[in-house]
C-alpha cells in the first residue's frame, strides 16, 4: 500500500496563475480531507468530503475549490493564485467505518509545498 | 477563532528529560483528541489519541493526560530520546460530525539534545 499519495511536491507559481494539486488513496477510505500548514497556525482545514461526488468547506476555504470524481482521488484547485497561499499542503483521508474498535486515524500525505511569487 | 490552543511553541530538554506539550480546547462537544508527530519534510502521522471518558492514556514512552472539567489535555514524553525532535500538534474532533474534521493546536517544536 502506498497510502497516501500527493503530486506535485513542490512547485512555484506566479501570482494569478492557476493549478490543482492531486490526492490520492489506495485505502478505499470514504473520508478525505486538504490541510494547509503555516508556521505558528498548525494545520487548517481548507476542505473535505465524505465520499465520492461530494466535498465541504473548512476552516480556510476562500480561493481554493475542490473536486471529487472518484472515491481514491481529492483534487485541491487554486484558480487565481496569491502570494497569502504560499504555503505546504497536506491531504489526508480516514475510515468511515462505524464498527467497534475502528480507528479514527486521519492518514496524511507528504505534503505539497507551493510559493507563490 | 482558535478552538485549540497549544503551548509551548517550543521545546528544549536534555536527553532523558520528559517533555511535556499543553493544549486547551473551548468546544465541549469535542469527543476525540488526538497527538500527531510531524518530522521535517514529511506529513503528520498519528502518535496516540484520547477520549474523554478516560483520564490518562499510555502507549510506550507517550502518555496523555486529560482534564475534561479544565478542557485540557497533554502530552508527556517519558525518557525522551533525540529521535524524539519533531513538532508535536494536538488537534480535536467531534468525531461523527462533518467527517469528524480535526481542529490543530498550534504546534510545539521539541529538541531533544544529546
Known amino acids: 500500500n502506498a497510502g497516501v499519495t500527493q503530486t506535485p511536491k513542490f512547485r512555484v507559481l506566479k501570482t494569478g496563475q492557476s493549478m490543482t494539486l492531486l490526492c490520492a488513496q489506495d485505502m478505499n477510505h470514504e473520508y478525505m480531507y486538504w490541510y494547509r500548514q503555516d508556521p505558528g497556525m498548525g494545520l487548517r482545514l481548507i476542505h473535505y468530503s465524505v465520499g465520492e461526488g461530494t466535498t465541504a468547506k473548512g476552516e480556510v476555504p476562500d480561493g481554493y475549490n475542490v473536486s471529487r470524481l472518484k472515491k481514491q482521488n481529492f483534487l485541491l484547485g487554486l484558480e487565481s493564485a496569491a502570494p497569502s497561499q504560499t504555503s505546504v499542503y497536506f491531504c489526508a483521508s480516514k475510515s468511515s467505518d462505524r464498527s467497534g474498535g475502528i480507528s479514527y486515524e486521519q492518514y496524511f500525505g507528504p505534503g505539497t509545498r507551493l510559493t507563490v511569487t | 477563532q482558535q478552538q485549540v490552543k497549544q503551548s509551548p511553541q517550543s521545546l528544549i530538554v536534555q536527553k532523558g528529560g520528559i517533555p511535556i506539550i499543553n493544549c486547551a480546547y473551548e468546544n465541549t462537544a469535542f469527543d476525540y483528541f488526538p497527538w500527531y508527530q510531524q518530522f521535517p519534510g514529511k506529513g503528520p502521522a498519528l502518535l496516540i489519541a484520547i477520549r474523554p471518558d478516560v483520564s490518562e492514556k499510555k502507549e510506550g514512552r507517550f502518555t496523555i493526560s486529560f482534564n475534561k472539567s479544565a478542557k485540557q489535555f497533554s502530552l508527556h514524553i517519558m525518557d525522551s530520546q533525540p529521535g524524539d525532535s519533531a513538532t508535536y500538534f494536538c488537534?480535536?474532533?467531534?468525531?461523527?460530525?462533518?467527517?469528524?474534521?480535526?481542529?490543530f493546536g498550534q504546534g510545539t517544536e521539541l529538541s531533544v539534545k544529546p
Open positions: 488537534a480535536a474532533s467531534i468525531i461523527y460530525n462533518q467527517g469528524g474534521k480535526l481542529i
